[in-house]
């Protein structure tokens, strides 16, 4: 009935210990971290870096918030190098010096700089270094080879590599940002990306950055598909395998498929900017539009290497805490793979009010192919609630959120899919609204449920239930009055990346920006708990959920090697109503009663 | 026609009517103002949005209630439940099929009016620039209005007039990066590239006695704001332009004498100072943009990159609007367009006269034009 031959520690000869355990004193545990092969530190140091960049990405964000507080806010001109708005010559907290470069510009202009380069920075940051690597980084890389019973991904020193260049690029971002930040957007369209700041080099290495981070993304992915096709464990056939083992899997095969093309793509912008080869720019004899050919051709594949592992993430949260078999199992697996498979043929929905009638006509068919799969998928989640044991701890709570909002963003994608309302909202805050629900009402939000899923078996530690459910509760609020009121502004016309905004939206931008402070408290609430679980959180127990996967048989924190013993597959990571989990006592795990002969469950 | 469509049509038709219920007026906060397909884009909204509505609340009560019902207990088992039913997973594929192809054609028919204008329609040119628009009227009239600074935006703000009852066909061009035209009254939108011309098209509604969105004109008349959605720099959130619909006689009016009764030559100027988007890059008071102020400029030396100076009289005004790139003023960029064949030779009088009341070497603005001989094209 158990899922290993044996799971009993003390029946083995040595003690191993976890991988936690510090080697030598500070300077030789700094070492090991920094040349560590293993998949769960680089999984951990990786965990903190994105945590720090969302900070950093979190702070333009309010940044931005706040400067939409008022309509007509608009820092126009900087006079005696104070800054002051346009209309009350009211003097703002000196600006000036965060941004440098913006005084000796002076004018109109420079105020509007300012607000130009948070949005910027926030959308950089929080694609290019928190989204898309977040889940498969973090929690991909510490619990693949753990589900899969495997003692680490198939090229331990490749991973390790793809976390420097992860490094390596995140440095080249921040540099430019520390030397003055970029006005193109997260998307760089050109020719305005080719035209501005011309004098400086901020632009190109921005876009070098995300070029180079573009390379983590492919070593990670090409690691994880020959992990998961080479590494699994005795007696795992590819239907035995958790989803989030599939949504890692999936998403893999795009980041190797899509990724290069941006990295092409960022490449011919260098080199349109410092050679002026002419590309993009029609000064040159380029084309603008076919750069976002280019762009969305990578870049839409990626909000699904964002969205992919969140649904992972939600798929082994419900079924855990609902000590419910998943509904749908098979048709949960074909549905990623089918996601991924049209991710790479929906881009042009991006450009409907930029392309041709035909081609617009032909991408609003294949967005709505998109659609099946992921509507088929909420049923699937809503459906495994129904007759379960459901714990209202922080990662169901999360689970319940994410379906909430993810369905929310679902639905919202319709009238952005469907050409004739598109042409009316594309491009203003409904947009806005809608990504925000996906990305972060989806992503984030999976991730920080995933996060506090796995946080005891990935440090040994159990975390404060009640504050963390505080914490949650206010996320959700903050999230839900951030973004929620933004659909409005976004039907009602408020276009996007509006520094200032007729009177009319003001009432509802003021909204959006209290809930972006409520969400904001919510967020350092969980940075607290995370904390305190590390200086002062209880010892947690090697299943404190009752999980089935294979990651829950071996202890918290879980050893150098994994496992004890090779693990060897015997039941399915669902199989809730026929196996007793590891590690937990029938008291208070219990079963239901055991099939009468000749009854089916399904 | 396809009776699928059809059927389809009525259905919504007859779920929506014409008139905006209060929920669509909640949600768009101003009734459709084009005639011709914008009622149709907020009553496809509406139909998904109920749609929607209907879908999420019955996906979250059902979360809700199972949860609630089906909580922990300690020590309780779950009871035993199916993980899989053919059926029901086949039913809940082709539902939202069948919803989604349907949404897919319907949004394909709406679409297709937005994008094919009617062979009468009266064709105007516009051109996007950073960060402003010019709409140029049979005749090479352009707009000789704006709203002034603070109205709806930090900036003045053009003001574009069209006959009511008409509709009106713009051929698009940016004259540097990418914009895109937006009118939220009229629910549609269309990019303007540097490199290809795009088209947008609209009817404007006809007007009653009551419609007066600016009282004090005299005569009935409707106005939409016009924006910019593509991002484009620095002043993205300034481009703006107000669309104001008027009877057909002011139209005309307008088109035959298109100043307003008894300007001057200098004020003439200054409007164009902002119409044309100098305003943009050129302050009046001295501070330096992206290019350098007015005030103090003509009748003065200046340096330029190539190391020369030289007195910024009539002729070099001219020649600085028309061939910006061949003096660039030390300190600054060449980013500046021509603006040959977009200035005619009168509004290029109001604006060397306009430029001169702003300098204090500046003479007499009203005074002949001594400098002004043919071009030279001298460097």
Known sequence: MSTIDTHNAGQHAHHEGSYLTPHGGALATIWNWATTIDHKKIGVMYLFAIMFMFFLGGVAALGVRAELWEPTRVVTQVVEGETVTSYTGQVLVNLAPIVPGVESEGGISAGMNIYNRAFSLHGIIMTFMVIVPSVPASLGNFFLPLMLGAKDVAFPRLNLMSWYIYVFGSIFAVAAVVMGGVDTGWTFYTPYSTMTDADHLRVVFVILAAFILGFSSILTGLNFIVTVHKLRAPGMGWFDMPLFVWAMYATAIIQVLATPVIGITLLLLIFERVFHVGIFDPRMGGDPVLYQHFFWFYSHPVVYVMIIPAFGIINEIIPVHARKKLFGYRAMAFATLGIAAVSFLVWGHHMFTASGELAAMIFSALTFLVAIPTAIKVFNWVATLYKGSIAFNTPMLYALSFLFMFTIGGLTGLPLATLATDLHLHDSYFVVAHFHYVMMGGTIIAFVGGIHHWWPKMFGKLYNERWAIIGCVLVFIGFNLTFFTQFILGTRGMPRRYASYPDEFQFLHQLSTIGSWILGIGFLIHLGVFVHSLVAGRKAPENPWGGLSLEWETESPPIEHNFHHEPIVKHGPYDFDTVQPPHTDPAEFPMPEPLRPGERTH | MNPFLGLFDSARAATFPAQQGPVARFIFGRDPQEAAYSAGVEGLFMFIFWISTFVFIGLMALSFYWAVKYRRRPGVAPPRSPSHNTALEITWTIIPSIVFISLFFVGFRVYAKQVIAPSDAVRLDLIGYRWGWNLYYPGGVTSTETLPPGTISASSVPVFMFPEDTPILLEMSSQDVIHSFWVPDFRSKMDLFPNRSTSFWFRTSKLQPGDMDNPDLGYPNKEHILYCAEYCGDQHSQMLGLIRVVPREVYENFLRNPWPEGISLVE??????????????????????TGP?????????????????????????????????????????????????????????????????????????TAGFPDEEEETGGN
């Open chain 2, 293 to 365: 102020t007015w005030l103090n400029w003509y009748g003065y030396e200046h340096r330029y990159t190539d190391g020369s100076t030289h007195l910024a009289d009539a002729d070099f005004t001219r020649e600085s609007i028309y061939y910006p790139g061949r003096k660039i003023r030390s300190g600054y960029q060449n980013v500046m367009n021509s603006y040959l064949g977009q200035i005619n030779e009168e509004e290029m009088r109001a604006l060397i006269a306009f430029m001169r009341s702003i300098s204090d070497q500046g003479g007499d603005p």
């Open chain 2, 268 to 289: 003439k100027g200054k409007l164009l100072h902002s119409l044309r988007g100098c305003n943009a890059c050129h302050s009046l008071d001295g501070s330096s943009g």
